[in-house]
């Protein structure tokens, strides 16, 4: 759903611990390592992270969205579906 990678790029760019975005995110570690890591992807979340690390979320998602339509463009049909349903 989200390129979570581009958030991890900007956080290892910026030589920043998963502690200390937390510390002054006021959220847990944990929650900011595993959705960095991408084991999870609460919007709210995410949106936070990317907002602390100067990212923005048309750029995640859209990546994402480009993924996907590469990833099935095998099915002519199903991708022409697709785009109808995402694009209008």
Do not use: C, N
Not at 31 to 54: C, E, F, H
């Amino acid at each position: 759903m989200y390129k979570i990678e581009i958030l991890e790029r900007k956080r290892l760019e910026r030589g920043e611990s998963y502690t200390e975005i937390a510390d002054r995110l006021g959220m847990h570690k944990v929650t900011v390592s595993r959705t960095l890591k991408g084991v999870t992807m609460k919007p709210r979340t995410v949106k936070m992270l990317a907002d602390y690390l100067g990212v923005e979320m048309e750029r995640i998602v859209q990546l994402a969205l480009l993924s996907i339509w590469v990833t099935l463009s095998w099915s002519d049909s199903f991708v022409l579906e697709l785009e109808r349903a995402l694009f209008v």
